[in-house]
């Protein structure tokens, strides 16, 4: 459906503005409209005083509510592990071993490929209802493969992480400390112009990942360079992955599986800067426990959800998925999942234009087939969720 250049959108059964007031921050409308002009919202208010645009359209009683803004994804990369999981639902155990076997596929893909295959991954993303997707390398892990995923990666996305620091490549076995030399030098001087974001999958748990203190230094430099900082962190175990990014102000650290009461504590001082971002697709998919979402929002940490999409610990790009999943296994109310799916992993990447419906942000919008937002979690699996535009 195209939006422009102005259109009224009428007969909304429920508009979830995400505006912080009513009911889990969702500012839900009802009988309300909203005008698009040339891609922005030019209005939002009741049904009856809304103005003339030059295009009308009836929702027929659907619900509308902001994009998805899915905060965390991989999606560069080429190459299949279902093999891996089929060994993960009949036992096996995950430790990011498997990394390796995406890396050698993608470092040989070409250029053309792997455009083709994030291009088909998020057009997957917005049909079901995600506007906005933060992309990561790191299945690259040579200077030239780093670089080239996020220049691909940012012909998608404003939102594009360096992750040259997603494990020690299997060729570097042995050579940690030379390998740490590169991703902080010439890897990441090569990637800085193409990122906005610098990520490290800090977790002791795993022998492939990297301990706090090479973690440190990876977020350093990569401040040094100019670059936001985000963090894989206790996601394998109990580790220091969230008192790291708290202590260099990261804005997001990602999984929070595996927490003590300081980590909590630690994550609501912080809770202005650093949002802890919940992958229940990753726990779904290597047959983990779930992070306890009720016990971070009741002490008062900001959450949000994503999906991790990724060939090793979750292969889905549905933030429905991961919304019917924090409600039914994370303890959150389905508008709690909502407003941390919208606004709460917009504000995991510092914006606060998109994730919310208000006049002069983007028109990214996601419409239901369905009259609520409770809907996503009801009918789980049902695809009822597509991006408006
Ligand atoms: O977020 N934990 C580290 N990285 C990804 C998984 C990568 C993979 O197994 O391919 C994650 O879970
Ligand atoms: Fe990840």
New binding site residues.
Partial sequence: MTLEPSTVLTGIGELVTCDGTGEAGLGLRHDAAVVVEDGRIAWVGDFASAPDADRRVDLAGRAVLPGFVDS?S?LV?DGD?SAEFAARMTGER?D?G??GV?VAATRAASDDRLRELVAGRVAEMRDQGTTTVEIKS??GLTVEDEARSLRIASEFTTETTFLGA?VVPPEARGGRAAYLELVTGPMLQACAPHAKWADV?C?PNSPH?FTQDESRAVLSAARDAGLGLRV?GN?LGHGPGVQLAVEVGAASV??CTFLSDADVEALVGAADTTVATL?PG?EFSTRSTYPDARRLIDAGVSVALAT?C?????YSSSMPFVIALAVREMGMTPGEAVWAATAGSAKALRRTDIGRIAVGGPADLAVLEAPSHLHLAYRAGVPIARALT
């Fill in positions: 965390h991989h990369f592990r995950y990011g498997g990394i995406s790191g299945y997603h999958f977790e990942a894989h996601q990602d999984h992958l990753v991790d990724n060939p090793g610990t979750c």
